[in-house]
């Protein structure tokens, strides 16, 4: 599949397999807003004590940053603060210190056991609740409930090297397929392999399968 430059100096498909249908064209999108809606009234109160105990820790209790959307699009992505103040920062000198620490980032753009991550954010994140505010990028149309895990702006060429292009198809979601078959122990380039076959299953009826396998492994604490 042919890549071409575009806006923000990212890259898109030209050309990929694609049949058009009531669910892709607007059905998928009904079902987020009315699915986000619902859940924020449900879990509304959860994220006022998660919010609260985070600021009391000191230090804010969102982490933004700048997510490769649909179509190359940048947003920013919401999070509740899982790690230490300044993670970025800190990041650079664990990188530059341990060399062990500098290929497993390398090779999976993330770190098992990260050492800036909170006692709470630990919690935060193996039960998922960390990206309860990414319902905000959902109901703005920059999220879908379903889809590819966002990648940033960074790991653009990462992406691209590892033959990746259904991802700019479709809105990055909250749960998908690399969120419920393996998470945080599968690489940087089987996340992209999750995000082509999403774009050849997507339909109502996978969704639902997705959504329903979502909870059992949040249950399962695997998020990492």
Not at 49 to 64: C, T
Not at 141 to 159: N, W
Not at 162 to 191: K, N
């Amino acid at each position: 599949m042919k890549l071409e430059p575009f806006a923000h100096g990212l890259a898109t498909p030209v050309h990929a397999a694609h049949r058009p249908n009531a669910y892709r064209l607007g059905g998928k999108r009904l079902l987020d807003l009315s699915l986000c809606l619902a859940a924020l009234m449900v879990l509304a109160p959860v994220m006022a004590l998660i919010w609260a105990a985070l600021k009391r820790g000191g230090g804010p209790a969102l982490f933004r940053q700048r997510r490769v959307g649909a179509g190359g699009r940048v947003f920013d992505c919401l999070k509740f603060r899982s790690m230490v103040p300044d993670a970025e920062a800190a990041l650079c000198v664990l990188r530059d210190q341990d060399p062990a620490i500098d290929r497993e980032w390398r090779l999976n753009q993330k770190l098992l056991n990260d050492p800036r991550i909170t006692p709470l954010g630990n919690l935060l994140r193996r039960t998922s609740l960390d990206e309860l505010p990414q319902l905000w990028n959902v109901l703005r149309g920059e999220m879908s409930l379903v889809g590819p895990r966002p990648f940033t702006v960074e790991q653009t060429e990462l992406y691209r090297q590892a033959g990746g292009a259904a991802y700019f198809l479709m809105r990055p979601g909250l749960s998908g397929e690399w969120q419920v078959s393996g998470r945080g122990r599968t690489s940087f380039a089987d996340r992209v392999g999750y995000d082509d076959l999403y774009w050849q299953r997507l339909s109502l009826a996978h969704d639902l399968r997705l959504l329903a396998a979502t909870l059992p492994a949040v249950l399962r604490a695997k998020g990492q």
